[in-house]
């Protein structure tokens, strides 16, 4: 039987006090999101729906989601597989179409770049990704597919 979690944040409109949705273009579409213990985030719509571009918008989030929760999915699958991971990084995409008044992620894209310890199983390295990616709770909660493209590499000292 699966254990149930749970998970808060509070979202505050804070554009408010530059002035009401008195028309589409007028009002500001910032906000902050708390978090209890954590520091505040400072968002905005996209620039693309007048937003601000200096702040981070709810599709960046869903992108930084996936490959977060895949690079802690994947940190977790090669621990417990004792493979030595030196580095990861990645450079997530996604990928979202407008149609009619909304729109929808037509995928996401990571491309992780892992290092591992000197002598290591590069042929399981890759394998771990595809234990990731079943793992990821986030991926495994959209409806849109969710591709990645790693490479591994191995340190050579």
């Known amino acids: ?37 954590k520091p505040p985030l400072r ?8 937003g601000d571009p200096a702040l981070h918008n709810p599709e960046e989030l869903l992108v930084i989601a996936l490959s977060t929760c895949h690079m802690l999915s994947y940190l977790g699958e090669a621990a417990r597989a004792g493979l030595e991971v030196l580095g990861y990084e990645d450079r997530a995409s996604g ?26 199983d590069l042929a399981l390295a890759r394998r771990l990704h595809e234990r990731a990616h079943a793992d990821c709770f986030i ?15 191995g340190s050579t000292g």
């Open 1 to 37: 039987m699966g254990r149930d979690h749970s998970y808060e944040a509070r979202v505050i409109w804070s554009g408010g006090a530059a002035g009401g949705t008195t028309s589409y273009a007028a009002y500001s579409r910032e906000y902050r999101v708390e978090i209890a213990g």
């Open 95 to 120: 990928s979202m179409r407008l149609e009619g008044g909304g729109g929808r992620f037509t995928e996401v894209v990571l491309h992780p770049v892992v290092s591992v310890a000197a002598g290591s």
């Open 139 to 153: 991926a495994s909660s959209v409806s849109f597919p969710v591709r990645c493209d790693a490479t591994v590499r």
């Open 43 to 50: 968002g905005s719509a996209d620039p693309l729906f007048r």
